[in-house]
């Protein structure tokens, strides 16, 4: 039972280079979010999907791509990495209501853009 | 502006003594609230919820304290134990959880 896989666990990216952050869940869960960590700023979210084929902004949105293609994936991307999205992200997937029932996080994605 | 506020970036506490985390928010419009704790290179794990029709809700060592007219909630561990050495998280929702809203984490060290 992997629960939420994310890959990679570690990357460095150039500034202006692009990625992809991959997301597998296997419980079957409607709701996937993707958050970054920073510094005393706790969790952040930056997209989420309440379902395959949807997905809507979060609280940091800027720079960032998702897509929800199939139930069990949500991928992130960046287009264009810049310094300030040096951080740890987070993929979660919850049954709705996820306040509830809980998230279920991944054990993250250490991004550098150098 | 953040919403959740953890104001107390640590905390350090003996073995068998309680540990207290707190947490305030803003929003008003929050009904459901939650814990999670985090070990390092490991993603959050929840821990313990309340609603915001109740003021307290226990789990075995764990009680969480949810006072609305303050915007205040707070987080007794029971006896604390070394392995409860982590970093825990407040969050807080509006919708029932469709988004949560984290705050910035306290980190507990427990000594033995």
């Known amino acids: 039972n992997a629960g939420v896989t994310q890959t990679p666990k570690f990357r460095v990216l150039k500034t202006g280079q692009s990625m992809t952050l991959l997301c597998a869940q296997d419980?079957?869960?409607?709701?996937m979010y993707w958050y970054r960590q920073d510094p005393g700023m706790g969790l952040r979210l930056i997209h989420y999907?309440?379902?395959?084929?949807?997905?809507a902004k979060g609280e940091v949105p800027d720079g960032y791509n998702v897509s929800r293609l199939k139930k069990q994936n949500f991928l992130l991307g960046l287009e264009s990495a810049a310094p300030s999205q040096t951080s740890v992200y987070f993929c979660?997937?919850?049954?709705?209501?996820?306040?509830?029932?809980?998230?279920?996080f991944g054990s993250g994605t250490r991004l550098t853009v150098v | 502006d953040q919403q959740v506020k953890q104001n107390s970036p640590s905390l350090s506490v003996q073995e068998g003594r309680i540990s207290i985390l707190n947490c305030d928010y803003t929003?008003?419009?929050?009904?459901?609230f939650l814990w999670y704790k985090k070990y390092p290179a490991e993603g959050p794990t929840f821990l313990i919820s309340?609603?915001?029709?109740?003021d307290k809700n226990e789990d075995g060592r764990f009680t969480v304290f949810l006072n609305k007219s303050a915007k205040h909630l707070s987080l007794h561990i029971v006896p604390s134990q070394p392995g409860d050495s982590a970093v825990y998280f407040c969050?807080?929702?509006?919708?029932?959880?469709?988004?949560?809203?984290f705050g910035a984490g306290t980190i507990l060290r427990v000594k033995s």
């Open positions: 979660a997937s919850s049954h709705p209501p996820g306040a509830i029932y809980g998230y279920t």
């Open positions: 419980m079957n869960h409607e709701y």
């Open positions: 969050a807080a929702s509006s919708e029932y959880g469709n988004k949560l809203v």
């Open positions: 309340i609603s915001s029709i109740k």
């Open positions: 999907s309440v379902g395959e084929g949807t997905t």
């Open positions: 929003n008003s419009m929050f009904d459901y």
